[in-house]
């Protein structure tokens, strides 16, 4: 069974899925490989982050505060972490730059007018 009864409630477009009965180890991965492609891209960031920062403090531990023996490890992961966040997130200044721009042809344009639209032939 593989644990496979409490996914029934949050995937309900896969049912056929569950309701075949026991799956054997191939299928279960092939659900897992669905779960994890369904991801979001700031949840895969998250938990690379939370890897990062686990495993850079167990090394820390370990060698006894010892930052030089483990710091090609911990630096170009860093930057892999750094990447990865750039590529989820965006660069800095490009956020300002999408909140700044706006179209100024709306500000030249009249107001339209608002009431019925209707003229006097429709009153007699």
Same mark, same amino acid.
């Given at each position: !069974?593989?644990?496979?009864?409490?996914?029934?409630?949050?995937?309900? =477009?896969?049912?056929?899925?569950?309701?075949?009965?026991?799956?054997?180890?191939?299928?279960?991965?092939?659900?897992?490989?669905?779960?994890?492609?369904?991801?979001?891209? =700031?949840?895969?960031?998250?938990?690379?982050?939370?890897?990062?920062?686990?495993? !850079?403090?167990?090394?820390?531990?370990?060698?006894?505060?010892?930052?030089?023996?483990?710091?090609?490890?911990?630096?170009?992961?860093?930057?892999?972490?750094?990447?990865?966040?750039?590529?989820?997130?965006?660069?800095?200044?490009?956020?300002?730059?999408?909140?700044?721009?706006?179209?100024?042809?709306? !500000?030249?344009? =009249?107001? =339209?007018?608002?009431?019925?639209?209707?003229?006097?032939?429709?009153?007699?």
């Amino acid at each position: !069974m593989c644990g496979q009864s409490r996914y029934k409630d949050r995937y309900r =477009e896969q049912a056929d899925f569950f309701n075949r009965g026991p799956i054997d180890k191939k299928e279960w991965r092939e659900f897992q490989r669905y779960k994890r492609r369904q991801e979001s891209p =700031e949840s895969k960031f998250y938990k690379h982050l939370t890897w990062y920062i686990a495993i !850079m403090g167990f090394f820390l531990y370990k060698n006894h505060g010892n930052v030089f023996s483990f710091f090609p490890i911990a630096f170009f992961w860093g930057i892999g972490v750094a990447i990865h966040y750039f590529s989820v997130f965006g660069w800095p200044n490009e956020q300002k730059a999408d909140n700044l721009v706006q179209d100024d042809d709306d !500000m030249d344009d =009249e107001p =339209e007018a608002k009431g019925p639209n209707w003229s006097d032939k429709d009153l007699v």
